[in-house]
């Protein structure tokens, strides 16, 4: 019987020693996060201007965060948001000071308020070229379009961007590209100082960003013999022509197709920029597709050739497409009304998707 009682004393101490571990774990686990979304300093004042890029995910934003040092913990953070179901995040600059706790800064990052009443945000979306962007500068600041396009024909300026950013040579500065730097502005928010902001310090803030978005794929551009100039081009034509992201690999492998077959792109696309007309505003004219312009892929002497530039923004995601295109033997892609995209090897079979869209009222009519 002792010997019964001592087994079961011993079961009985280590089952507490178990449940006591496991209290005290509990118990530093619950002061580690109550402290750790507290504020980094009860005292300090101090504003810390933090950028949340558009797209952050909760891991990013505490990273970017845990970075500025403006919290104390990232994991923390993810599990304050967790168990907070804190979502809709909001991109821009903020001003946050380290005496502000976890929920003042969640509830400033949901809400985008800045905190600075002067800052302004421009947004520039993907597949919108510089003419909208310069409609977008003049809504929101004191500068007029025209300042804008005074901008992009300031040679000295192009100059010092060309010297400053590794991804920009003297291919933007052909005579025959509308505006030197379609393409290159990468689509974002971007938080300004006030109505005031220079248009060249706005542009240089999306050259930055694009410099951080390039500069990963960098090793690739270089080891495939690309030009950057070249990915944008082709990476605008996949932004313009697919309304969904799955699509843009096997857009980007009709491009490629083409070319290296020496068959003129036809991109409908690229003959509405040719002619400064925003898809959707009108119909071509047939004189238009039928006349040479360096942007117009579907007009003569353009076999094989790409435009002369870029004529949209892009995503990152079409950047990824242009330099990745699946390996395919498609020469021909429509879309339905819906967005929806075709593919297909022959004339044949092009035409049979066409025809059947029309009959099915799928067929796109502007």
């Known amino acids: 019987m002792k010997e019964l009682f001592n087994k079961l004393g011993k079961k009985n101490l280590i089952i507490i020693g178990v449940v006591a571990v496991i209290l005290l774990i509990?118990?530093?686990?619950?002061?580690?996060?109550?402290?750790?979304?507290?504020p980094v300093s009860k005292k300090s004042e101090e504003e810390i201007q933090v950028t949340v890029p558009l797209g952050s995910g909760t891991s990013k934003i505490a990273e970017i965060l845990k970075e500025n040092r403006v919290i104390r913990s990232k994991f923390a953070f993810k599990i304050y948001v967790k168990l907070n179901n804190v979502t809709?995040?909001?991109?821009?600059?903020?001003?946050?000071?380290?005496?502000?706790?976890?929920?003042?800064?969640?509830?400033?990052?949901?809400?985008?308020?800045?905190?600075?009443?002067?800052?302004?945000?421009?947004?520039y979306i993907e597949g919108k070229n510089i003419r909208w962007l310069a409609k977008e500068i003049a809504r929101l600041t004191n500068n007029t379009e025209e300042d804008v396009y005074n901008v992009l024909q300031n040679e000295e300026y192009i100059n010092s961007l060309i010297e400053k950013y590794w991804f920009l040579n003297d291919e933007i500065k052909d005579k025959n590209i509308y505006y030197p730097l379609e393409g290159y502005l990468f689509p974002d928010t971007y938080t300004i100082e006030n109505q005031d902001a220079k248009i060249e310090d706005i542009f240089e803030k999306m050259l930055d960003r694009m410099e951080e978005v390039l500069s990963e794929y960098k090793?690739?551009?270089?080891?495939?013999?690309?030009?950057?100039?070249?990915?944008?081009?082709?990476?605008?034509?996949?932004?313009?022509?697919?309304?969904?992201?799955?699509?843009?690999?096997?857009?980007?492998?009709?491009?490629?197709?083409?070319?290296?077959?020496?068959?003129?792109?036809?991109?409908d696309v690229t003959t509405y920029y040719a002619f400064k007309i925003d898809v959707g505003e009108r119909d071509l004219y047939q004189k238009e597709i039928d006349t040479y312009n360096p942007y117009n892929t579907r007009g003569p002497n353009m076999g094989g050739k790409l435009p002369i530039g870029p004529i949209s923004s892009v995503s990152k995601d079409s950047i990824e497409a242009a330099l990745n295109p699946n390996s395919t033997d498609y020469l021909f892609f429509v879309a339905d009304k819906n967005g929806k995209l075709y593919f297909s090897i022959t004339d044949e079979e092009h035409n049979k998707i066409i025809n059947q869209l029309k009959e099915e009222g799928l067929w796109l009519e502007y």
Do not use: C
Request: negative net charge; without cysteine.
């Open 88 to 123: 809709d995040f909001q991109a821009g600059n903020y001003y946050l000071k380290k005496n502000m706790n976890l929920k003042e800064i969640t509830e400033m990052l949901k809400t985008g308020i800045m905190h600075d009443p002067n800052q302004l945000n421009i947004t």
């Open 26 to 38: 509990l118990i530093f686990s619950i002061i580690w996060y109550f402290v750790s979304i507290s």
């Open 219 to 267: 090793e690739v551009i270089e080891s495939k013999g690309y030009s950057v100039h070249k990915i944008l081009t082709t990476a605008s034509i996949i932004e313009m022509e697919s309304m969904s992201d799955e699509g843009r690999k096997d857009v980007s492998s009709v491009i490629y197709n083409r070319l290296n077959k020496g068959i003129a792109i036809q991109s």
